[in-house]
C-alpha cells in the first residue's frame, strides 16, 4: 500500500509536530509519523525560555498557563545571583512543562488543524535516488511524499540512514534528568548550580539544574560536557542522586522518580543535514545550545524555517545547512568553542568564580538563548563580534557540512 503527501515529517517531538503544524497551515498534505504512541516521555528538562515560549505563542498553543517564571537563579563557588529574563525580547516570561504533555499537545494541535498522524511504528528502508528520496516504509506502508522534514531526535536513526553524521570529537553533552515532589514547585524561578561536584569532590564540566513546573513537582537534572578525546568520566544517573541529595532540604525534595539519561550533540557538529527533497532539523540537527543544553527553543524555529521553504522546488542540499549556518552558524561556533574549554577539568574551578561575579544580565541572556539579531546594545555586539572571529578562526570546523 502506498500513501502520497505532500510534505512527511518523520518525529513527532516539540520540532516535528511544530512542522507538521506549519506545515499544514500552509496547505500541505501532511503526515506526522513517529515510532512511539502518545503520550511518551523523553529526557529533557522541560525548561521553556522567552525564545521557546514565543515560537509556541506564534503557533497558538497555550502552555501551561498556570505557571510562568522571571528567569534564572545561578548558584555556585559561594554565590548565587538572579538573572530576570530580559526585557528585550518579544517574549519575557518563561515555563516548564513535563515532554510527555508538551509534546502530545503539539501532535493533537497539527492533528486538529489537518495532519495525518501514523505512531506506533518507525520509519525505515529510505530508497533515495541520488540524494532525493523517494520512498520509505511505515510498517506495511510505502510513503511518497514530495518533501521530508527529519526531526527524530538526537540519536536520528533514520537521519544516519540518509547520511547524516554527528562529530564527537565538538562537544556534546551527557545528561540524566528525574521529577521530584516539592512544595516549592511554585517558584518563579529556574535555578542552575552551575558548581557540580561529584562525590569525591571534584567539580564536573557542566550543571545541575531544577526547574519548577507549578504542579507539585520539580524536573531535577544535571549534565556534563564532553569530547571523544575527553570524555566526561562521570556516571549522570549517580551523579543526579547526589545533586538531589545536596538539595533535598532545602527543596524539600521527594525522592526522584522517572530517572532518564541521554547524550546529545551540540552546536551543529553534524554533517549531511539535507538532500534534494529533504531536511533535517531540531535535536537531529545538534540545534542545541552547547552552554546550557537547551534545544527545544531551537527546534521550534527550524520547524518554522524549514517550512517557509517547502514548495519551492529548490534542491535543499546546500539550502538548508547554508540557511543553518546564516541564523545560528556564528553564535554556535563560540559557544561550541567556550563549551570545549569546560571539558578541561582544571578551567572550571578558576573561571567559575569570576564568572558567577559579573553582570548576571549577559548570563542570563546566554544562557536563555535570547539574544536576537535586532539586538544593538554592548553585550549583543560583542557576542557577534566574538562569533565572527571564532568562526574565522575555526573555519575547518564541521558546521552543518555537506559530502554529498
Keep these: 500500500m502506498v500513501e502520497h503527501y505532500d510534505v512527511a515529517v518523520i518525529g513527532a517531538g516539540p520540532s ?24 511518551r516521555d523523553k529526557t529533557c528538562g522541560d525548561g521553556l525560555t522567552p525564545r521557546g515560549l514565543h515560537q509556541l505563542n ?148 557542566g550543571y545541575g539544574w531544577i526547574f519548577p513546573i507549578g504542579d507539585g513537582s520539580v524536573n531535577l537534572g544535571c549534565g556534563a560536557l564532553s569530547t571523544n578525546k575527553r570524555p566526561a568520566k562521570v556516571n549522570t544517573k549517580k551523579l543526579l542522586s547526589q545533586y538531589a541529595s545536596q538539595q533535598r532540604a532545602e527543596w524539600q525534595l521527594g525522592d526522584e522518580k522517572f530517572i532518564t539519561s541521554a547524550a546529545l ?25 552547547p552552554l546550557n543544553g537547551e534545544g527545544i527553543d531551537y527546534g521550534l524555529e527550524t520547524a518554522a524555517l524549514a517550512t517557509e521553504i517547502l514548495g519551492t522546488n529548490k534542491d535543499l542540499t546546500l539550502v538548508w545547512p547554508d540557511l543553518l549556518r546564516q541564523h545560528y552558524g556564528e553564535a554556535f561556533m563560540l559557544a561550541r568553542t567556550l563549551a570545549r574549554v569546560l571539558t578541561y577539568p582544571q578551567f572550571l574551578p578558576l573561571a567559575g568564580p569570576i564568572g558567577l561575579r559579573g553582570p548576571m544580565h549577559v548570563a542570563a541572556r546566554l544562557m536563555g538563548n535570547l539574544i536576537t539579531d535586532e539586538d544593538r546594545d554592548f553585550t549583543a555586539r560583542l557576542w557577534r563580534t566574538a562569533g565572527t572571529a571564532v568562526s574565522t578562526a575555526r573555519a575547518g570546523s564541521p558546521l552543518w557540512d555537506s559530502t554529498f
Excluded at 516535528?16 to 503520550?39: K, M, N, Q, W
Excluded at 557538529?269 to 542545541?288: H, L, P, R, T, Y
Design 16 to 39: 516535528g509536530a511544530a512542522a507538521a503544524l506549519h506545515s499544514v497551515r500552509r496547505g500541505f498534505e501532511t503526515v506526522l509519523i513517529d515510532s512511539a504512541e502518545f503520550p
Design 58 to 205: 506564534q503557533l497558538g498553543v497555550e502552555v501551561n498557563s498556570s505557571y510562568r517564571n522571571k528567569g534564572l537563579k545561578l548558584h555556585g563557588f559561594g554565590t548565587s545571583a538572579t538573572a530576570p529574563w530580559p526585557s528585550t525580547y518579544p517574549c519575557v516570561e518563561g515555563t516548564a512543562l513535563q515532554r510527555h504533555r508538551l509534546d502530545a499537545l503539539l501532535v493533537d494541535a497539527s492533528v486538529a488543524a489537518g495532519a495525518h498522524l501514523l505512531t506506533g511504528e518507525p520509519a525505515t528502508d529510505p530508497r533515495l535516488e541520488g540524494n532525493r528520496l523517494v520512498e520509505f516504509r511505515v510498517g506495511e506502508k510505502k510513503i511518497r511524499a514530495k518533501e521530508v522534514i527529519v526531526a527524530d531526535g538526537v540519536r536520528s536513526t533514520f537521519g544516519q540512514k540518509l547520511g547524516r553524521i554527528w562529530h564527537k570529537g565538538e562537544v556534546f553533552g551527557i545528561a540524566a534528568r528525574s521529577y521530584c515532589e516539592s512544595p516549592f514547585s511554585d517558584e518563579p524561578w529556574m535555578h542552575s548550580h552551575v558548581e557540580l561536584r561529584d562525590e569525591e569532590g571534584v567539580v564536573q564540566p
Design 265 to 289: 550533540p551540540m552546536g551543529g557538529a553534524v554533517s549531511n543535514v539535507a538532500g534534494a527533497n529533504w531536511m533535517i532539523i531540531g535535536d537531529a540537527a545538534a540545534c542545541v545550545n
